[in-house]
Structure formats: C-alpha cells, structure tokens
C-alpha cells in the first residue's frame, strides 16, 4: 500500500478523470473515501491486516518485496498512503467544479428579474374542446393545476404527488389519520370560502425543522385566474375521466388509466415524467411552431419549482428569511443553496431604497 506505483496508479486515474471532463469534479474527491478506509484505529481497510494473505505481486504494480515490507509494518504502509490522499484531496478541493449545475435547466428564468412571473408565462394558450376530446381536455387541466400548485405551495414532489383531495360537501380527513399517513389533504374550507391545503408537520422531510415547530402546514390557495375554476372542473369532472374503471387512490393527481394500467396512483417517477411532458409541451419555445413559452428553458422535474420561488423573493426582497418561508424550510439552508443568485443584486436592492430619497427630492 506504501508502494509509489500504488500512488502513481490514482494520480494517473486522478489526471484520466480530469481530461475527460476538462475539470477535477466532486467525485474525484473521492480520495476521502481512501483516507477513511486507512485511517488510524477506525479505518476498516487498517483494521484488517489478514487482507494481505491474498495480495500478489503484479508486473510494474506490486513487487513482492513491497508486499513483505507491508506485512512488516502494516500500519506504517496504511499512514503512508492516509498521507498521500490527504494531500492529494486538497489540492483537488481547491479547484474541483460542480459537474452538474441543478439550476441549469431554469437558469433562463432564475436570471430574469422577476423569476416567478417568468416561469408564470406557462400557461395554457389551447385548451382541448372537453365534449370532443374529453381525456386530452383533463390531461391539460391536470398538467396546468401541477404547475398552479407547485408555485402557489412549493412543495416537495413528494408532498405534492401524495396530496388527498377531499370534494366539496364532505367531510375532510381527520388530522390525526393525516398525521399516520404522513400525507396532506386539498379540501374546502367554509370559514375562508376557499380552497385549502392542509399537510402535517410529519408528513415532511425536514419535519423537525424549526419552520414548522410541530405545527401543520396549512394554506388557502387564492382564487387568481381562475384557479377555483379548473380547480372545481378538475375535481368534479376531469379526475373521473383519468380515472377511468380503476380504483380510486384518493390523492388529487391520478394518472390517465389504461387497459393495462393496475393503479391510477403517480410514483416518484411517473410524477417526474408528468411535470416534464408538461413543460416539454407547454413551457419549452419552439422557433419553428411558436409554441411553447420561454425561450432557452430546458425540460426539468417539480422540483425546480422551489429554486424559482427562493430565487424571486430573494431577488425582490433579499431576506433569506422570507424566502425560505416559501419552500417550508429554514434561511440557512435557502443561504446554502441559493445565495449565489442574490450577490449581483444586492447593489440593486440597495439603490431602490436609496434612490427613493432622490426621487421625493
């Protein structure tokens, strides 16, 4: 393990991994791992020195008398390499990249000024007549209550997908069988005279966050263009349609049944690839149909729905407080993961309340 082949051998791996990407990423970090296996006392790898019973010399690797030096000094051979990848591992953290950037699919509407209203232009221009061609109708009410939900709640997919619904008339779901299912309930509210989200505290992943103290969730959707409408139509009608013969699994998104469907219920994927049809259909800009919405936007998951809402309020308020009060979750993770859309506006949050003072001169 000392031998200075074994190290030239991931330094070479090191350099290969790096010409093929053009940068060092995060996973060629990976030299972390190394060092917790060969580590003093707790490393799995020095705890084991049986492991050199079955190492045999390899042509221009290993020599024997490399392996008898380990087995003289096993722990000697385990802290020499611990070194090496200590030493290698921060010279790549100085300059390792992010290979994947999350945002690279909304980047379009995370620069505009006000990002909310940006993704807002997705919207349905050409409804199917519902007498007609009653599914295509209740696919393109579902797909545009996905996209209304998601940037009124910002949700979780998770929460979002496995949201009940209760019709109006009856009676909601008691909050304690909400709170065992872990799941949250879309139901009418008389005392507001509205529509209301109402998810336990349990039912999220960071249910012991600080944002939600042991408290519910709960929200009244705003009945703004029209969303009490396709809310209403969706519920009473559209639903049935998707439904089809298939049992009903009570959550307010279903798929569309078919003969070969067995449950009318989204996965985690199945969900993904409905929010991604509908921006492939509805969001993305076509030059040679005119369709689609937003130029330069790239086919994405619900998720990213989350990054838009902590990404406007930053950029209309600069509070990572508020911000993540939109996406349930607290100002120092909304700092950790979205901070790097709020530096170059800062100046310009400033100089709007500055120049107030000019303006009234």
């Known amino acids: 393990m000392g031998s200075s082949k074994v190290v030239a051998l991931w330094d070479w791996y090191l350099q290969w991994r790096e010409r093929r990407r053009g940068f060092f990423t995060k996973w060629d970090d990976m030299l972390m791992v190394a060092m917790a296996l060969t580590r003093a006392e707790v490393g799995w790898i020095r705890q084991h020195p049986e492991l050199l019973r079955n190492v045999k010399p390899i042509d221009e690797l290993v020599t024997a008398d490399e392996i008898a030096a380990a087995h003289r000094d096993w722990d000697g051979a385990c802290e020499a390499f611990h070194r090496h990848a200590a030493n290698r591992s921060k010279e790549i953290q100085r300059v390792m990249r992010v290979h994947r950037d999350p945002f690279e699919p909304i980047m379009c509407v995370l620069e505009a000024d006000s990002p909310l209203a940006e993704y807002r232009k997705i919207t349905l221009k050409r409804m199917?007549?519902?007498?007609?061609y009653p599914r295509a109708a209740a696919e393109a009410v579902r797909s545009f209550l996905m996209l209304r939900l998601g940037l009124h709640l910002g949700l979780r997919q998770k929460n979002l997908r496995q949201?009940?619904?209760?019709?109006?008339?009856q009676f909601p779901t008691a909050e304690r069988r909400l709170q065992d299912m872990r799941r949250g309930e879309l139901r009418w509210s008389e005392r507001d005279r509205g529509w209301e989200v109402f998810i336990p505290s349990n039912a999220f992943k960071n249910s012991s966050s600080s944002f939600f103290g042991q408290k519910p969730f709960r929200l009244v959707l705003p009945d703004l263009l029209n969303l009490y409408t396709y809310l209403d139509a969706y519920i009473e009608r559209h639903r049935r349609v998707l439904l089809g013969r298939a049992p009903d699994p009570g959550t307010?998104?279903?798929?569309t049944?078919?003969?070969?469907s067995v449950d009318a219920s989204y996965n985690q994927t199945t969900f993904y690839e409905a929010w991604r049809l509908a921006i492939q259909r509805y969001g993305i800009y076509n030059p040679y149909t005119g369709r689609g919405a937003i130029k330069g936007l790239l086919p994405h998951g619900p998720h990213n729905v989350r990054d838009v809402?902590?990404?406007?309020i930053l950029k209309q308020t600069g509070s990572y407080e508020?911000?993540?009060?939109?996406?349930?979750d607290t100002p120092d993770v909304v700092q950790q993961h979205y901070g790097r859309f709020l530096?170059?506006?800062?100046?310009?949050?400033?100089?709007?309340?500055?120049?107030?003072?000019w303006e009234a001169a």
């Open 257 to 260: 049944v078919k003969t070969t």
């Open 322 to 328: 508020q911000a993540s009060y939109a996406i349930q």
């Open 163 to 169: 949201l009940l619904v209760c019709p109006r008339g």
């Open 252 to 255: 307010l998104f279903v798929k």
């Open 309 to 312: 809402l902590a990404t406007h």
């Open 128 to 132: 199917p007549d519902e007498d007609r």
């Open 343 to 357: 530096p170059q506006d800062k100046a310009a949050l400033a100089a709007r309340i500055l120049n107030q003072v």
